[in-house]
């Protein structure tokens, strides 16, 4: 047997193994990329949606305010956190001063949590024979998957 013409052939063996471990680990490395990039933002829907359901609970805490004066629970997006309102869990408040408060601690939590974080509150038209009010609670904040907001409703009953 003539061992001349079969020199290298280990070599290139070795390179095209090398080649393929360097592809499966570049697939890798995307795939791990972009399972960051996904968690990222169910972790910013998650945050969203608890802090909508957070909004519904406030509700529920001062529901004869909530279901018979809803002024005081409408909230834009445009509006600020009022500061130097009273603090309603040192002190015992009015059912419009816990309004204000619920919308100062719920807002500041959104813009803590959610980049670019808008809320709003709007009360639906209910006829006056209905025991209850509902309310669209809206959640947006910016989305790192797209260039468009992501907007999250809630709609409860109180």
């Known amino acids: 047997m003539n061992y001349r013409h079969q020199q290298g052939v280990g070599l290139i063996e070795v390179l095209v193994a090398v080649l393929v471990l360097a592809i ?91 980049p670019g974080g808008l809320v709003e509150l709007t009360p639906e038209a209910t006829g006056t024979a209905t025991p209850w009010q509902g309310y669209v609670i809206e959640v947006e904040f910016s989305s790192t998957e797209s260039a468009t907001d992501q907007i999250f409703r809630y709609r409860v009953r109180i």
């Open 24 to 114: 499966g680990l570049l697939g890798l490395a995307g795939l791990q990329t972009q399972s960051l990039r996904f968690n990222n933002e169910a972790y910013f829907r998650t945050q969203a949606t608890l802090l909508a359901m957070d909004m519904a609970d406030r509700l529920r805490a001062n529901q004869e305010t909530a279901r018979t004066n809803s002024a005081l629970y409408t909230f834009t997006k445009t509006e600020t956190v009022p500061t130097g309102g009273k603090d309603c869990t040192a002190n015992e408040c009015t059912p419009a001063e816990v309004a204000a408060f619920d919308f100062q601690q719920w807002r500041a939590r959104v813009e803590e949590v959610l």
